[in-house]
């Protein structure tokens, strides 16, 4: 019991403890200093805009997400499930908001926000306790014997943990005081809370739902980690370590990750009990703490732990959209058929490999970032700049998310959504510590760092050519993509500027799988996932009930994954094509379409000496799906 082991976790602190903080290989702007634009950057103008930046509408949406700390009902009877997670979206709301009012350096939502966090604090009891859930030590599943409520789930002490980051990421964009010291009040009450449980006998590994082995609340270790940051309090830190400790039990308990981390074993495969698995979303917030361990602390084992579970899941649960693991869970999805991915999850993945590339300078990382980002992500949100869907697949139609938690203006992704743009929007361009300064990724922007700007045009991935123009003195280097066979760099001076002008080979392929028929898990789970929804062509017709259950190929273009799509004439007979080119030796020709409402049109070309050349029109699969309106997703197909 964790009671047992205070006395040596407390220990640790001094162990890990850092007289200074270990720099990043890596610098990045000012979010002020940067803007994404071109037809890409489309998506999170009207999300910022129309989502955060509108003044009704942030009203709204902060209201909604501020009630679930006046009812703390979260805990109670929603249509037969028990344990609901209303407690993050005020959290991860305020943390877009904050850093949107950064990006678009709107003196209006920053003005806001303080008395944002003013209006949230004063739903705080007389000890401090600020939740969704009727109690404070409401923490666990089930149980009688320690006291504990009845729950399905449970994601108490989760939803705090999100208000912890969002107040101190408020307090780091406008000064305001009231949302740090709200923060600090938080982060206490929430050490007190668990040692309350673990008084009780309750560990850490316990609480939240039995099932996920307390990832949900050991995800705090970030947040927890930038407040030892922020104030320096010997007690942040030392929960730090508590948590990390748990990383290294000698009863393997999963996850486990210091001592499985290098193991061998794919991850999915530490929960040895069918009732204990794997969530991806939540796993990935894990990792994103033992970066900040590391750079709190300069624990080298943390930081090689997490590159080491990191390239596990690259190399056993990246799917063929540029996800990973299956509806939210990892269960070897590497090699299953479907591929179907909680946006969240795409979010984390991207914000982890990001943070790996920022700590260690290693662009291999930004190959994982830049799949995921132009595919899974951008599908992930709708045009309208409003909403997004729950799952996007690789065929059949979206998950239309109604919002979550019985809540109009809510759900986990679209919440999370605003600060992916802006990850992208800081590392487009940064300077590493010898004074080179890196073009990573080439989507249009403009980025301003150390007083030198550079301007990034071209449409990229759309077209392979683009041209950079820097203003200032500067050594550049360019970042060459995986998937790029040959990058041509030129050199010219203009308006007393250089400028480089960049040929890709965008590399138009056929990528075959090695696959197999996608089993379901112990549970149902992978099941019931495709079951709960239907995807209905107009007449009604079930889609599901045609998907083939076997390897497809898809075609590619740079980074891009290719879709037939419906709304480029696609037939469901086109949709439905259960023959395949995958592993027959097809090559590809792509020619440019022009095309409304999508993105990155092509006239497909599959051939091969003595077969019938197989023809089809594709689009970025990002745009495939979409919907401007948000209101329904459009059927389409990666399968090749």
């Not at 602190?13 to 037809?39: C, N």
């Not at 740090?180 to 009780?200: G, K, N, P, S, Y």
């Not at 037939?571 to 590809?588: F, H, I, K, P, W």
Request: with cysteine.
């Amino acid at each position: 019991m964790e009671t047992k082991k205070l006395g040596v976790l407390l220990l640790l602190a001094g162990i890990y403890a850092a007289h200074a903080f270990t720099e990043d290989a890596m610098k990045t702007p000012d979010l002020k200093d940067t803007r994404l634009e071109g037809p890409l950057a489309v998506k999170a103008d009207r999300l910022f805009r129309n989502r955060i930046a509108d003044p009704l509408m942030r009203e709204t949406i902060f209201e909604e997400a501020r009630r679930a700390f006046v009812l703390r009902d979260d805990d109670e009877d929603n249509n037969g499930a028990k344990g609901n997670w209303r407690g993050e979206f005020w959290g991860k709301s305020m943390l877009c908001a904050a850093r949107v009012a950064d990006y678009l350096d709107d003196a209006a939502l920053k003005a806001w926000i303080p008395g944002e966090c003013a209006r949230l604090a004063e739903t705080a009891d007389a000890d401090g306790y600020i939740g969704s859930y009727a109690s404070a030590t409401n923490c666990v599943l089930t149980g009688a014997d320690l006291d504990r409520d009845e729950c399905n789930t449970n994601w108490n002490l989760w939803g705090r943990k999100y208000t912890i980051w969002a107040l101190l990421e408020a307090y780091r964009v406008t000064g305001d005081a009231t949302a740090r010291a709200t923060a600090v009040a938080q982060a206490r009450h929430f050490i007190a809370t668990v040692d309350r449980l673990a008084e009780r006998g309750v560990g850490l590994a316990d609480t939240g739902c039995h099932w996920l082995n307390g990832i949900p609340t050991m995800s705090v270790l970030k947040p927890m980690l930038l407040l030892y940051r922020e104030t320096k309090e010997p007690a942040f830190l030392a929960f730090a370590n508590r948590i990390v400790a748990q990383w290294d039990r000698a009863d393997d308990r999963p996850p486990n990750f210091l001592r499985n981390a290098g193991n061998g074993r794919p991850y999915h495969e530490w929960y040895c009990r069918p009732d204990f698995w794997a969530k991806t979303y939540e796993s990935l917030s894990c990792l994103d703490g033992l970066v900040e361990h590391w750079r709190v602390t300069g624990s080298k084992r943390s930081l090689d732990t997490a590159i080491a579970v990191r390239d596990a899941l690259a190399a056993h649960e990246r799917n063929q959209i540029g996800g990973l693991g299956i509806c939210d869970k990892l269960i070897g999805a590497e090699t299953f058929t479907y591929a179907a991915t909680e946006v969240c999850d795409v979010i984390h993945w991207i914000r982890l490999n990001l943070d790996l590339f920022l700590t260690t300078g290693d662009k291999r990382f930004l190959d994982d970032v830049e799949t995921s980002y132009f595919n899974a992500f951008l599908a992930g949100v709708d045009r309208s700049g409003s909403w997004g869907p729950l799952f996007v697949r690789d065929f059949a139609r979206h998950t239309v998310s109604k919002g979550q938690c019985g809540y109009a203006y809510h759900h986990c992704c679209i919440d999370n959504a605003p600060r992916t743009f802006l990850d992208m929007a800081s590392c487009a361009v940064t300077r590493d510590t010898a004074g080179t300064f890196h073009v990573n990724f080439y989507q249009d922007a403009t980025v301003t760092l150390d007083g030198v700007t550079f301007e990034i045009r071209g449409d990229y991935p759309a077209h392979g050519t683009v041209r950079v123009a820097v203003a200032g003195d500067a050594r550049v280097a360019f970042r060459r993509p995986a998937w790029c066979r040959d990058l041509t760099v030129s050199e010219a001076r203009a308006d007393g500027k250089a400028v480089y002008t960049l040929t890709f080979d965008m590399n138009p392929r056929v990528v075959s799988r090695r696959t197999v028929p996608s089993p379901d898990t112990p549970d149902g789970f992978f099941l019931r996932k495709w079951g709960v929804w239907r995807y209905t062509f107009a007449n009604g017709e079930d889609l599901k009930a045609h998907l083939p259950d076997a390897p497809y190929a898809t075609v590619q273009y740079g980074p891009l994954v290719l879709a037939k799509a419906a709304r480029l004439g696609a037939t469901r007979a086109e949709l439905q094509r259960a023959d395949t080119v995958n592993g027959r030796g097809y090559s590809v020709k792509l020619t440019p379409l022009a095309a409304e409402g999508v993105y990155a049109p092509f006239a497909v070309e599959l051939s091969k000496p003595g077969a019938p050349t197989v023809r089809a029109k594709a689009c970025a699969y990002e745009s495939a799906g979409d919907d401007p309106t948000g209101n329904r997703y459009f059927a389409f197909s990666i399968r090749f």
